[in-house]
């Protein structure tokens, strides 16, 4: 299948900085690229969906102010976490798909955000 | 918006049984995957299958999309078999839906 790959897998930080999370395709061109979130013991929530060259569509409830996501690539998307706060601590994983395989998604190793 | 149920939300096995895991759907969909989600978060893709029925190895796949529901089988349970499994939908809108979950411990 299909690699995506997600970096970092885990970030510690204080209230009030930004983290980047980066999400790559690294074998096939991604268009799209979606945005999950997860909290313990939850499921995984769609955040938003990241489109190659254009604004990202941002699912109700999620402040696209404070989620940035940019996808300057057809491999590259990347969601900043702005002025963090303890809430905004989770799990955050990325999912794309390979426009040659189906409509099968893939997902990335995840990234467990911790904000202190 | 589409609701995916997934039953039973937990499930506690001891090794070498076999289990049954049942995903329903509220609407028509484009596909449906199944996902393990093992204890470090990474989410294995399991099998893509938008009707019909799959097989790999111990673990097998139906899903019958005129009734809305997609069915996972776990056969010979081991210990790694540990760990969530999601089913997901993708809309109409080609979104990916998460279902509820299975959470599953499998002992020696």
């Known amino acids: 299948g299909a690699v995506v790959s997600q970096h970092p897998s885990r970030v510690i930080c204080k209230s009030g900085t930004s983290v980047k999370i980066e999400c790559r395709s690294l074998d096939f061109q991604a268009t799209t690229m979606f945005w999950y979130r997860q909290f313990p013991k939850q499921s995984l929530m769609l955040m938003a969906t990241?489109?190659?060259?254009?604004?990202?569509?941002?699912e109700q409830g999620v402040e696209k102010d404070k989620f940035l996501i940019n996808h300057a690539s057809l491999t590259l998307s990347t969601l900043t976490v702005t002025s963090a706060h303890p809430e905004d601590s989770s799990f955050y994983i990325c999912?794309?798909?390979?426009?040659?395989?189906?409509?099968?998604?893939?997902f990335g190793q995840g990234t467990r955000l911790t904000v202190v | 918006g589409i609701q995916v149920e997934q039953s039973p939300p937990d499930l506690i096995l001891q090794e070498g049984a076999n289990s049954t895991l049942r995903c329903n759907f509220s609407d028509s969909v484009n596909n449906l995957q199944w996902f393990h989600q093992n204890p470090w978060g990474q989410l294995i893709n399991l099998f893509y299958i938008p009707s019909g029925t799959k097989q790999n190895g111990r673990l097998s796949a139906t899903t019958v999309a005129t009734e809305r529901y997609s069915l996972l089988y776990i056969s010979s349970s081991q210990t790694t078999d540990s760990g969530v499994y999601f089913c997901a939908v993708r809309s109409r809108s080609d979104k990916l839906i998460f279902g509820t979950g299975t959470r599953l411990q499998v002992f020696p």
């Open positions: 990241s489109n190659e060259g254009s604004k990202a569509t941002y």
């Open positions: 999912s794309a798909r390979d426009p040659q395989s189906r409509t099968e998604a893939f």
